[in-house]
């Protein structure tokens, strides 16, 4: 597995790098201090990554720029943002300009861990802070759902296999816990599962969740 870090901070640079060596005995880590060398390293590698992590802020190319330039470029290697920032209009900007996960910097390492865990299987992972504010913004139609969602779509569609094990086993009333020791999974990464759930039906707590899943069923 081949991983490139951009992070202008030499230290929380080191640090992610050994954390996320933990993903794959084999893994191979690649560190750059800014969005230009980043570019630099990917475009003359010898293969794609398997990853590619970036911070929000660093010296030289803005963020929006390096984003969309790797979106066309690597459309197929999911880009993750781990950043100090919290702010909604950071993580909205990553979400809309095709990032596949943003990870706030004061996440644990077992979040951290999971959510990229979940990103590298093909999910998406955001704080739902982002979610939940969408939701709260969002006025509803006549061609609206009660849960918010559009009445044409299903959005259960959209949930990983995971993802839906993990739902099936919430409506059944189980707990993190329990979930956790069904599918053989560590307790941070069903939080993820879960708060990726959220996102994708639109919705901000458990029982909404199964409530919308059994209507679109």
Do not use: W
């Not at 202008?8 to 690649?30: C, E, F, I, K, W």
């Not at 197929?76 to 095709?98: I, K, Q, Y």
């Not at 706030?104 to 299987?121: F, G, T």
């Amino acid at each position: 597995m081949n991983i490139v870090i951009a992070d202008d901070h030499p230290l929380y640079r080191m640090a992610l790098s050994g954390l996320l060596s933990q993903l794959d005995t084999n893994a191979s880590v690649v560190d750059c201090c800014d969005f230009d060398e980043l570019l630099d390293h990917v475009e003359n590698a010898t293969s794609d990554p398997d990853l590619i992590v970036m911070d929000i802020r660093m010296p030289g190319m803005e963020f929006k720029q390096a984003l969309e330039q790797l979106r066309a470029t690597y459309a197929d290697v999911p880009v993750v943002v781990v950043s100090a920032s919290e702010e909604l209009e950071d993580m909205t900007l990553a979400l809309n300009l095709g990032a596949d996960g943003y990870i706030p910097k004061s996440s644990s390492r077992d979040v951290l861990l999971s959510a990229v865990r979940l990103i590298l299987s093909g999910g998406k992972y955001f704080p739902f802070e982002i979610f939940a504010a969408e939701k709260k913004s969002f006025a509803p139609s006549p061609s609206t759902s009660r849960a918010g969602v559009p009445a044409s779509g299903n959005n259960t569609q959209s949930l990983t296999r995971r993802q839906k094990n993990v739902l099936d086993l919430m409506a059944q009333g189980q707990s993190n816990k329990e979930i956790a020791e069904a599918l053989q999974l560590a307790e941070s990464t069903v939080k993820v599962h879960i708060t990726a759930i959220f996102r994708t039906l639109g919705v901000s707590n458990r029982t909404q969740a199964v409530l919308q899943a059994k209507e679109l069923a």
